[in-house]
């Protein structure tokens, strides 16, 4: 009998040592590989929430009838965009202006920007059609916040994405579609744009 109640107790110190093996297993599993998996994508739904959000305003902008237009719908955009009330949600945070737009001028040779406010002080023949290609150029930068802070978990918490903030930044091209006010000579400029465009 006693070698009968001898067996039971180690059999039972053996099943309670592999539940609290599994239980720490289970610990470690959850916090090196579950939680991190949840993060990246959280971070990958706010890469594709950043590629929509980028778009949809480059749609907008180059739709833009002239300077002063498009001066307020940037302001706009980025006044909504920083509010962030909609992107709390998919734990992305937009950056302060988040928007910005410049001009490409793109010849054979290389790419020129312009910001908007140097739009009017651009050289008449940098605008030539025929000769380059004229664009927006719109840039958004967002930020992504990890669903779970890991930050003070040894060997992860110094890594971006899993236990860190990440910057995302999404550039994007579109054709101005009412590019004659890019100077104040819209006649002439108006002329040029409509006979390389033949």
């Not at 706009?76 to 001009?103: Q, R, T, Y």
Request: proline share 4%.
């Amino acid at each position: 009998m006693k070698k009968i109640k001898k067996r039971i107790s180690e059999s039972r110190k053996n099943q309670g040592s592999a539940i609290a093996e599994f239980g720490a297993c289970f610990a470690a599993f959850f916090v090196f590989a579950f939680i991190p998996s949840v993060n990246v994508a959280a971070y990958l739904a706010g890469c594709y929430l950043a590629e929509d959000i980028t778009s949809s305003c480059a749609d907008r902008i180059s739709k833009a009838n002239d300077s002063g237009s498009l001066t307020e719908m940037v302001a706009a955009m980025n006044c909504k965009l920083e509010d962030g009330k909609a992107l709390a949600i998919f734990w992305l945070k937009a950056e302060h202006h988040p928007i910005s737009v410049e001009l490409a001028v793109e010849s054979p040779e290389r790419e020129y920007l312009y910001d908007l406010d140097d739009i009017d002080n651009i050289e008449t023949s940098q605008l030539n059609r025929a000769r380059n290609l004229i664009r927006y150029k719109i840039t958004a930068a967002f930020i992504t916040n990890p669903v779970f802070d890991l930050s003070a978990v040894p060997g992860i918490g110094s890594a971006p994405i899993i236990a860190r903030p990440s910057k995302i930044s999404r550039t994007i091209y579109r054709e101005i579609e009412h590019p004659e006010f890019l100077s104040n000579k819209q006649d002439s400029l108006h002329a040029q744009f409509t006979k390389a465009s033949r």
